[in-house]
């Protein structure tokens, strides 16, 4: 597992951590760590440029400590000073160390910092950490484009101008590398800013764990200890029995895909209700289905259901599965018959254009009052996504390149986000198959948001190896699903 915690809780703990330790001391940890992964990346004759780009917080502190370490192990260090202040001592201490320095702290960047940033094999980016409110200072908002496409660029603790806690995508620093120290935090984790963190590597400098992670991910190990492994006891009522109304007269390809996926993972049996295309076709791809409704733990409601076209058999099943007691998955079509709570766990699985229809429906607004936009959504999908959870009561998985798991406000739940599946696996079908694995999850006891965010897991697990670094069609993760949960259960925990 892997916890990422929000700003106060780190805050709190450096400050519980720095308390114990000799003035200066923790900042210290952080630049001597920083510095060692910066020398790692070096090549072996000392002929590189670096360039450390310095802000006025503390995280400008750290980057001129370890430019301070870095002078003897490259031909070159400039520190450039882009904040409106400077960490005094950290600055003394680059300079005697022999590093050049450069300031731009407003207007356009002087031509000796254009020069160094072209020349750069390495950047080093300590503008903004922990501290640093969405988006570039104003004057570096055209930096990125001066840094050289060949540098290698290392964040500080984050990269700059990304939003701490995840939650909006900005203007911000690329990085190939990301040098964290001790706790990873929300930004490393989360939709709209994992894209700029690059590697992450986890310097410890001594600062415990909080108590409350923000953000979790699954690891493959992690499924072990999760996964509904049948008992010899167990027969298929006692695994998990799933309802699934997916699919329609038009589209056939969903109901095969989501009851293909929840078998595949291994749910005890699926109950399917449907129109005659759709049940025909079952009959054949998949003989162990069974059909018309029955006592099921669990509904799967929705991929490939057009509820304006849906047959009335289909619609009293949903709405009965709405109106009852048990778990209810909602995907694609199925979220249009949600407008308020539900008692029983409630999992939504929009993409980014379902959830702003579904947004957009509950009249949920934009942030500036006014209707919310694709942008919005763009940009900040966890927030809008919490937005739905807060109304409906429900945990909301929005699906991307990483994947947000999100839980009502104050339900005391992290956010999970999973980033496991190649890019290949934005395919037709690929939420039908999710909703499949996910629906078995649930039919099984997980609670939404461990199903949601271990289906994403092992879906994304399933397309890499149905066809390590090649295209994947969705019914092929289907079928590699058995084979995908044997492995990961074959990993040590
Ligand atoms: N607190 C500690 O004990 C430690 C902190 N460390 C480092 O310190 C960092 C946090 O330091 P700070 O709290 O000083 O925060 P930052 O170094 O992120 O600096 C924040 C400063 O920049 C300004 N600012 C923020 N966003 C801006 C924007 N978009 N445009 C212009 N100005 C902006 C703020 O007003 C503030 O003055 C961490 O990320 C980490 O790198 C490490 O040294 C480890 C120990």
């Given at each position: ?25 923790l900042m210290q940890r952080a630049a001597d760590g920083l510095a060692a992964v910066v020398a790692a990346r ?20 750290d980057?001129?400590y370890a430019?301070?370490a ?84 290392v964040a500080v603790d984050l ?18 590398e990301t040098v964290t120290f001790s706790l990873a935090?929300?930004?490393h ?10 590697l992450l590597t986890v310097v410890d400098i001594g600062v ?286």
């Open positions: 597992m892997i916890r990422a915690y929000d700003v106060p809780a780190v805050r709190a703990a450096e400050d519980a951590v720095r308390a114990q330790l000799p003035d200066g001391e070096l090549s072996e004759e000392g002929t590189d440029q670096v360039v450390v780009l310095a802000g006025g917080g503390d995280n400008g502190g980057a001129l430019a301070a870095l002078a003897s192990e490259a031909a070159e260090v400039v520190a450039v000073l882009v904040g409106p202040r400077t960490h005094e001592e950290a600055l003394a201490a680059a300079e005697s160390a022999g590093v050049a320095v450069e300031e731009w702290r407003a207007g356009a960047a002087p031509d000796g910092v254009v020069a160094a940033l072209a020349e750069a094999d390495v950047v080093v980016d300590g503008i903004l950490g922990i501290g640093g409110r969405p988006g570039l200072p104003e004057h570096l908002a055209g930096l990125p484009d001066l840094i050289s496409e060949a540098a290698l660029v990269p700059s101008g990304c939003d701490p806690a995840g939650e909006v995508r900005s203007d911000a620093i690329y990085a190939d935090k929300p930004v984790l989360m939709p709209a800013t994992e894209e700029a963190v690059g415990p764990d909080p108590e409350t992670p923000a953000v979790q991910r699954f690891s493959h190990t992690d499924v072990t200890g999760l996964w509904p492994v049948p008992a010899p006891g167990d027969d298929k009522y006692s695994r998990g029995v799933l309802g699934v109304v997916t699919g329609g007269e038009h589209y056939t390809g969903a109901a095969v895909l989501s009851v293909t996926a929840a078998m595949t993972a291994g749910v005890g049996m699926v109950r399917y209700v449907g129109p005659e295309a759709p049940t025909d076709l079952l009959r054949q791809a998949v003989p162990e289905t069974v059909f018309g409704v029955g006592r099921v733990q669990a509904w799967l409601i929705g991929s490939g259901l057009d509820v304006e076209a849906a047959s009335e058999e289909q619609l009293r099943a949903a709405r009965e599965a709405l109106a009852s007691e048990l778990p209810v998955l909602l995907d694609a079509g199925g979220l249009d018959l949600l407008d308020a709570p539900r008692p029983a766990p409630t999992l939504l699985t929009p993409h980014l254009g379902e959830l702003l229809r579904l947004a957009t429906r509950l009249g949920i607004p934009g942030p500036d009052g006014g209707e919310l936009s694709q942008e919005t959504v763009q940009q900040a999908p966890t927030v809008v996504a919490r937005q739905v959870a807060d109304r409906l009561h429900c945990t909301v998985l929005v699906k991307g390149a990483v994947t947000a798991v999100v839980s009502p406000s104050g339900s005391g739940v992290p956010t999970f986000t999973q980033a496991d599946g190649p890019s290949w696996l934005a395919t037709a079908g690929a939420g039908d198959v999710l909703g499949g694995i996910c629906g078995a999850l649930l039919a099984a006891g997980q609670d939404p948001a461990t199903a949601g965010a271990l289906g994403a897991l092992v879906h994304g697990v399933a397309a890499d190896r149905a066809n390590p670094g090649g295209p994947v069609r969705a019914l092929d993760v289907a079928h590699e699903l058995g084979r995908t949960v044997a492995h990961l259960l074959r990993l040590p925990a």
